[in-house]
């Protein structure tokens, strides 16, 4: 169990730019979350997935952005047209069952927009 | 909507000390409340989660304990070490998604 892991660790683009990044959650976990932090705020939730279904995405996710799940292993979020306002840390968590189990998270991929 | 509140958010103290780090959240229909630990750059490590039907969880030198009817909890640092400074976030998940709600943080200093 080597834990969530993020790729890429950093990316710096330019405005108007597409990225991509990817998640690879604890092996078996079901259910992968996506949360945004910006300096000096707590994480936000973006979007989750439970296996390969997408169930619930936050007002912060504008039509900019897409998130995939394929075959409910590794997930990608996609930011189209990137704005400086996308500049954040994009965290990933995955967690195990049903309930309301811990989630874990991985290193984050830092994104700056200029 | 739930709120998750944070104070102070930050704090300085001498290694050795004791010290409290504050959570408050406004809806005490939790299910549970997780208390992490943030490095500078880096990801979120659990520290602990502890459930509503419990008072208190206990990890080393880390207690967590947890009153639902007055919407707080409080994560105990015992004997600090300059290796503990971080910032350290509490969130609660909402029924439902689990998506967690999470506070601003505290960012400790721990001065050798």
């Known amino acids: 169990d080597t834990g969530v892991s993020q790729n890429p660790r950093h990316k710096i683009t330019k405005r108007g730019q597409n990225v991509t990044f990817r998640c690879d959650p604890i092996?078996?976990?079901?259910?992968l979350y996506w949360y945004r932090q910006t300096l000096g705020q707590g994480p936000e939730f973006l979007t989750y997935?439970?296996?390969?279904?997408?169930?619930?995405k936050s007002r912060l996710l504008s039509d900019r952005f897409s998130a995939e799940r394929p075959k409910g292993s590794f997930s990608t979020l996609e930011i189209q047209r990137t704005e400086q306002g996308d500049s954040a840390m994009y965290l990933c968590?995955?967690?195990?069952?049903?309930?309301?189990?811990?989630?874990?998270f991985g290193p984050g991929t830092r994104l700056t927009v200029l | 909507k739930q709120e998750v509140t944070q104070i102070p958010a930050a704090l300085s103290v001498p290694e050795g000390e004791n010290l409290v780090l504050n959570c408050s959240f406004t809806?005490?229909?939790?299910?549970?409340l997780q208390w992490f630990r943030q490095d500078p750059g880096k990801g979120l490590t659990s520290l602990l989660l502890?459930?509503?039907?419990?008072r208190e969880q206990t990890s080393g030198r880390l207690n967590a304990s947890l009153d639902k009817s007055s919407g707080r909890s409080t994560l105990y640092i015992a004997a600090s070490q300059p290796g503990d400074s971080a910032t350290y976030l509490c969130?609660?998940?909402?029924?439902?998604?689990?998506?967690?709600?999470f506070g601003t943080g505290t960012r400790l200093t721990i001065i050798p």
């Open positions: 997935f439970q296996n390969e279904a997408q169930l619930e």
């Open positions: 092996s078996e976990h079901n259910r």
């Open positions: 809806d005490s229909a939790i299910y549970n």
């Open positions: 968590a995955s967690s195990s069952g049903t309930g309301f189990a811990t989630q874990y």
């Open positions: 969130a609660v998940p909402n029924f439902g998604n689990e998506k967690l709600t």
């Open positions: 502890i459930q509503s039907s419990q």
